[in-house]
């Protein structure tokens, strides 16, 4: 079968998502694909991709992928390892994923960010979600404080 990524080689039911993780190791899975990786809304991990790549990185010309970039300092913090399809790769905890969301609200569909904002009202009362480690995140992400309020009205 051709593949649209020279050196990846695939059958016919091989997961896309998964190819492009193999040809991309150091992205990130963020927003609208860790949501549907988690479980969070009802879509399934389907085009566009959104990845986090460290600021510098070079464009990636495929309009399967909507890259975001990241200041390496904080690039990786809030990561979790997953695996599909035998590729291992990175994707930020759901703690790190709230706060992505508040981040980037504007470049994602509004149905997803409803959707992620009720699981996160739900956990918040169920009494499962990680404020300590939220609140470790907020103090070394830019404009922490504002995400930080912004969930204190908005998820708790």
């Not at 590729?87 to 470049?107: A, G, H, N, T, W």
Request: proline residues 4%.
């Amino acid at each position: 079968m051709d593949h649209p990524f020279r050196g990846i080689y695939t059958q016919e039911n091989d997961d896309l998502f998964a190819s492009l993780m193999a040809r991309y190791p150091t992205a990130i899975a963020t927003l609208e694909t860790a949501l549907s990786l988690y479980g969070i809304t009802d879509s399934f991990v389907t085009a566009p991709y959104f990845l986090s790549f460290n600021i510098g990185y070079r464009p990636v010309n495929d309009d399967r992928i909507f890259q975001i970039w990241e200041n390496k300092k904080t690039r990786l913090l809030g990561t979790v390892a997953m695996e599909r399809e035998g590729v291992s790769f990175q994707c930020y905890d759901k703690e790190r994923l709230l706060l992505e969301l508040f981040r980037r609200e504007k470049i994602i569909a509004t149905e997803a960010f409803q959707a992620a904002i009720f699981h996160y009202r739900k956990l918040a009362n169920e009494g499962k979600l990680n404020l300590p480690k939220i609140r470790e995140y907020c103090e070394k992400l830019p404009k922490g404080k504002l995400y930080r309020e912004r969930i204190r009205r908005e998820i708790l």
